[in-house]
């Protein structure tokens, strides 16, 4: 029976068995290597410590409500409750939004969107303008005395 090898630092290259495991990317690069200096950290800071301004942020901040959402596990939560309500949406409608909440929340935000929504029994209609909801007066069950007000038979 032969003794199984146990690695030691005598006896195994950990520099070999890195370069074996190593993932070696065979196709052309995306990356602009132009760009090298613009974006490596030693260089920013030290082009600020001689006075050169930061770099500026070229991304559209994003604004909203968020005062429900106090830590990171609510803001989990809350992205999990608009995925799952959003797979709640019959397939139809999921697929002219490639499936994305994202797309569909804009399209929910956009105006002139309203009638769309309700054809899909998304959105109620809106009341119109100076219209008063009516409700009847609630009914106790016993019918009212004879000759009182809005009794049967009497005016």
């Keep these: 029976m ?19 495991a190593a993932y070696v990317e065979t196709s052309t690069s995306l990356t602009i290597q132009s760009q090298t200096l613009e974006t490596d950290i030693n ?17 559209i901040p994003e ?17 999990a409750n608009a995925e799952s309500h959003f797979m709640q949406l019959p397939a139809a409608v999921r ?3 490639q499936n994305d909440p994202q797309e569909f929340l804009q399209f929910c935000t956009t105006p002139g969107n309203d009638q769309k929504l309700m054809e899909w029994g998304l959105r109620r209609p809106a009341e119109a303008p100076g219209a008063t909801i009516v409700t009847p007066p609630a009914t106790t069950g ?3 005395a004879p000759g009182a007000p809005n009794a049967p038979g009497t005016k």
């Excluded at 604004?63 to 992205?79: H, K, M, P, Q």
């Design 95 to 97: 697929a002219q939004f």
């Design 43 to 59: 260089e920013i800071v030290r082009r600020v410590g001689i006075g050169a301004p930061m770099p500026t942020n070229t991304r």
């Design 142 to 144: 016993t019918p009212p």
């Design 63 to 79: 604004y909203g409500d968020y005062t429900e959402i106090r830590d990171f596990r609510s803001a989990l939560e809350a992205v």
């Design 2 to 20: 032969k003794a199984p090898f146990i690695r030691n630092p005598y006896n195994y290259d950990t520099e070999k068995a890195s370069q074996d």
